[in-house]
């Protein structure tokens, strides 16, 4: 079977063909993102308008881009998969209803895809990918979640943020410091040249039980000890090394934590922020002490896109779900309430 996946839940346009008669990291026949970053910079942050009209106006040409990198023409498709949530509506119901359509007009299976799911099983796309049950770590700009996976379809939340998501807080932090939008990714290879130990700061909500998240009170800090320094290029890498091992070590425990409490040592990490080198070094050697492993996406599949849209899609559509003729667009969607492989929803 090939699907044809379309993400547009924010800011980034993704289109991708899964083929699962090849499966793994070899059913990837093609992918392409197209981001808004230019579009959005100047507002320092994401205009859902703005964002949907560019939606409309890249999907079409994008769809036709990535099918014939793939070799396939649109008769070859044998369902399609696009996000329906979480996200901004307006973005979602522009790939809904392209996807539905599309589907229609060609008399094949299309099916609404959570878009955390999508991250979650991301790193499946990879060789030698595990096998549930595993935990996953789902680390991105608006979200901040450990979930237990018994099996592709259930999944228990076991922490979440109680605020700032990691990502969030990475942005937030680099704008606060006079970084450009996007600021996270600066912020984090401005850490790489920054001194360990100069700034110390908390690692939040570790000095008790429980695996929740809190990051809005890092940033707190960093912002005093920003405002508080001679903002001179050597003490703002410094600050940023502080703040990123802070997350770092904030996250590396709650996973420790995790995967005590789920009796478990295979670990997942999706989403934007796990393209984060000193995150996947810290969570490997985590993991390798433990006797077990991290998994990864390749940095290219931890941002929206596409391919992780195309494989949930396929892995759901493959085990007999379809979805009605309605467009769906469900920007608030609770990912307890999928039903497990199998399930036919409706």
Not at 8 to 19: F, I, L, N, Q
Not at 87 to 98: H, P
Not at 115 to 144: C, I, K, N, Q
Not at 216 to 235: F, H, I, P, Y
């Amino acid at each position: 079977m090939k699907v044809l996946g379309i993400e547009t839940s924010c800011d980034e346009t993704g289109v991708a063909v899964y083929d699962t008669a090849l499966g793994g990291a070899a059913g990837l026949r093609a992918h392409a993102v197209y981001s808004q970053i230019a579009l959005h910079a100047e507002y320092g942050g994401v205009v859902p308008e703005l964002a949907s009209r560019d939606h409309v106006r890249k999907l079409l040409p994008l769809i036709r881009q990535t099918l014939a990198e793939a070799g396939l023409g649109v008769a070859d498709i044998d369902g399609v998969a696009y996000t329906a949530g979480p996200g901004l509506v307006g973005a979602l119901l522009v790939g809904a209803a392209v996807g539905r359509s599309l589907a229609w007009a060609l008399a094949v299976p299309a099916l609404a895809v959570h878009h955390m799911e999508g991250h979650l099983l991301a790193p499946l796309l990879e060789d030698a990918a595990p096998e549930p049950p595993f935990v996953a770590l789902l680390v991105s700009g608006g979200h901040t979640q450990l979930i237990g996976v018994e099996a592709i379809g259930r999944y228990r939340l076991l922490g979440e943020t109680l605020d700032d998501a990691a990502g969030e807080a990475f942005d937030k932090t680099a704008k606060m410091m006079g970084l450009p939008y996007p600021g996270g990714p600066q912020l984090a290879r401005l850490a790489e040249q920054g001194a360990p130990g100069r700034f110390k700061f908390a690692r939040p909500m570790t000095d008790r039980p429980g695996l929740d998240f809190s990051f809005s009170g890092l940033k707190t800090q960093v912002l005093l000890a920003w405002r508080d320094s001679d903002q001179s290029e050597q003490t703002r890498v410094d600050i940023a090394r502080g703040f990123e091992d802070a997350v770092v070590d904030t996250l590396a425990i709650k996973c420790q934590r995790a995967l005590d409490a789920a009796g478990c040592d295979v670990l997942i990490v999706a989403g934007g922020v796990g393209a984060n080198k000193r995150l996947r070094a810290r969570l490997t050697q985590m993991c390798e002490q433990r006797g077990g492993r991290a998994c990864f996406p390749r940095p290219a599949l931890c941002t929206d896109n596409g391919a992780m849209i195309a494989f949930a899609g396929a892995l759901r559509l493959a085990a007999g779900q379809r979805d009605g003729a309605a467009i769906r667009a469900t920007p608030r969607w609770d990912m307890a309430l999928l039903p497990g492989l199998g399930i036919r929803d409706s």
